[in-house]
């Protein structure tokens, strides 16, 4: 069912057309409280929650992703990323305003260069959703931290004479919140570019505005295809008929698909909420990439789980969905310290052989297995 069949009342009266309409999305993203709780029982704590929350961390919804939600439940998995909850008001004092450091290695504005062969291109504060669990809180829905044309024209520079930048990774904000026009410019000028090997898109408008990806946009991409697109589902319920069509569109359009899932208490922190996910990205040619440790970003550790409960959904998923639906356990350890993949231990034991060494091993159903190794 598309999100415009199951449409809120208050936009009753909007056509299919219109609301396929992604600049009608974006004007009409819900800001206001009074608007709100047209659409959503809400209960007093998320009324005082949003009044407080607003003035730190902007919040915008689309039309599209409220649609998608459950307008009773405070415990809907894509409410609870959407709208602000009462612990995105608590400041911990481990908590680090930009947690990945990505700001002390940026050689110029809307550039971190942290790895030798990656760069990491900001061209846009903007996002269709402003979701709460954000790590960039510190610039995302700021207008005074948007790169302009001189800016990004000085970031491509940067990139143009780095020989060792071969994987340039486009992100915000969204990119696609920029103009058919100038991410098309943009794209072109990476691609123009001999050492640049591999152009990453990241992007979450297939979850929160499918109807972004149009005609229009899906020609630039075949233009300078491949391009590796990673987007963010966090959980099953944002995989609607709308996110499938624009998935299956993008991959037509000679993209590579991956997906980069958050670990959120309360969203999709169990094995079974993982691997229906997973299932149904597979289905649709988007690889389950990345399962993310929320970062030690501010406000958001109430949605942070602990990392043996990312070790519990990894060792539940070896063995029960195959290899390409199995991501990468990852966290990105803050200060600039890059990502590392954590793995369920499965080796049991170390024993002497006749012929050399007996490893002792766990496969993820409990069962134990040796494997010999000769000297």
């Not at 057309?17 to 206001?32: C, E, L, M, P």
């Not at 390409?324 to 590392?340: A, N, Q, R, S, T």
Request: net charge negative; aromatic share 8%.
């Amino acid at each position: 069912m598309s999100s415009w069949a199951r449409r809120p009342k208050i936009w009753e009266d909007i056509d299919e057309a219109t609301w396929g309409s992604w600049h009608w999305q974006q004007q009409h993203r819900v800001r206001d409280l009074e608007i709100l709780e047209r659409i959503l029982e809400l209960n007093d704590e998320e009324r005082e929650t949003f009044l407080a929350a607003r003035s730190r961390f902007r919040v915008a919804i689309t039309p599209h992703y409220l649609a998608l939600m459950d307008g009773q439940d405070p415990n809907c998995p894509l409410r609870m990323q959407a709208v602000p909850q009462s612990g995105e008001l608590e400041i911990r004092a481990f908590e680090l305003e930009d947690p990945l450091a990505e700001e002390a290695h940026s050689p110029c504005k809307g550039v971190t260069h942290r790895y030798p062969d990656r760069v990491l291109l900001y061209v846009s504060h903007n996002c269709p959703m402003y979701c709460r669990h954000c790590t960039r809180k510190r610039k995302v829905a700021d207008p005074y931290t948007t790169s302009s044309r001189a800016d990004i024209e000085a970031a491509l520079e940067y990139i143009r004479r780095t020989p060792t930048a071969r994987d340039v990774i486009v992100s915000g904000g969204d990119p696609l919140t920029l103009s058919d026009e100038r991410l098309g410019e943009i794209l072109r000028a990476l691609r123009a570019i001999d050492h640049v090997e591999v152009i990453r898109l990241g992007t979450r408008n297939p979850v929160t505005l499918p109807q972004r990806i149009t005609s229009q946009l899906l020609e630039i991409l075949r233009e300078v295809r491949p391009v590796y697109l990673h987007t963010h589902f966090n959980h099953v319920n944002e995989l609607g008929h709308d996110a499938r069509k624009s998935l299956l569109e993008l991959l037509d359009a000679g993209c590579v698909l991956g997906n980069q899932m958050v670990l959120l208490k309360g969203v999709n922190d169990s094995p079974e909420a993982v691997m229906q996910l997973n299932r149904e990205l597979l289905k649709v040619g988007c690889r389950p990439y990345y399962m993310l440790q929320a970062d030690m970003a501010e406000g958001i550790t109430h949605f942070r789980t602990p990392i043996s409960k990312g070790l519990q959904i990894m060792d539940h998923l070896r063995g029960r969905i195959g290899g390409m639906g199995i991501p990468h356990f990852v966290v990105d350890l803050p200060g600039g310290g890059g990502k590392i993949e954590l793995t369920p231990d499965y080796l049991e034991g170390k024993y002497p052989h006749p012929d050399g060494t007996r490893w002792v091993f766990r496969n993820g159903f409990g069962q134990t297995f040796d494997f010999v190794e000769p000297d």
